[in-house]
């Protein structure tokens, strides 16, 4: 059974770009909660998806942007890139019903952005 | 709002010594906590949870936490360091009655000297 991925592993961009990171979760899972990462700091939450909508948000720019498709993948958004977004980006999965114990960590994509 | 403080966000330890990593919380409700462990260049992985139930919690890898409501602390130990403990440690929250948001500490990376 394969755990949460992700995709790509690693990723550079310049300043003013647009990404995309993208996010499989395990299987049986139905939500998806994106954090990031930034060096030397603890995972911050970004937002989390469940049946295609946004359920709840952090404290993050519009900059950052998801959607979730019907086989429960997910995708992160990011334009304009600032040199502040370089950062681990970590998906998470878990049942939507399930308590937090049940969040399955993938191994995350590391952005640079130049 | 949740949060946890991490106290130490360095901690060296002689192998075979005793491992305790501090973790004061803060919140409104009775919360779930939980401890991750992140090798490098890796995700988060689950070391255990409180949820509410036995208030001494053993996990994986022979780590346990006991939750000391008087104190708001949930402090990590393991009796006997191994030098494959070398790692950062996360303490985490989140809001039994939420949508399974996880507020991170900033981490307690553990060093174990031979």
């Known amino acids: 059974d394969a755990g949460v991925t992700q995709s790509p592993t690693h990723l550079i961009k310049t300043r003013g770009q647009q990404v995309t990171l993208r996010c499989s979760p395990k299987s049986g899972h139905d939500t998806v909660s994106w954090y990031q990462q930034a060096l030397g700091q603890g995972p911050q939450f970004i937002f989390q998806?469940?049946?295609?909508?946004?359920?709840q948000r952090g404290n993050f720019p519009d900059r950052f942007s998801g959607h979730q498709f019907p086989n429960y993948s997910s995708e992160l958004n990011v334009n304009a890139l600032l040199l502040g977004d370089s950062a681990l980006y970590l998906c998470a999965s878990s049942f939507r019903t399930g308590s937090p114990d049940t969040q399955y960590f993938g191994p995350g994509t590391r952005l640079t952005v130049l | 709002a949740q949060s946890v403080t991490q106290l130490g966000s360095h901690v060296s330890v002689s192998e075979g010594a005793l491992v305790l990593l501090r973790c004061n919380y803060s919140s409104s409700v009775p919360p779930y906590l939980f401890w991750y462990v992140q090798y490098p260049n890796q995700g988060l992985q689950l070391l255990l949870k409180?949820?509410?139930?036995?208030?001494l919690v053993k996990g994986i890898n022979g780590f346990e936490a006991e939750f000391k409501k008087s104190e708001t602390s949930f402090h990590l130990t393991k009796p006997s360091a191994h030098m494959s403990d070398a790692a950062e440690y996360f303490c985490a929250v989140s809001d039994p009655g939420g949508y399974q948001k996880v507020t991170f500490g900033i981490g307690t990376k553990l060093q174990v000297i031979p």
């Open positions: 409180y949820t509410s139930a036995a208030t």
């Open positions: 998806y469940y049946e295609e909508e946004e359920r």
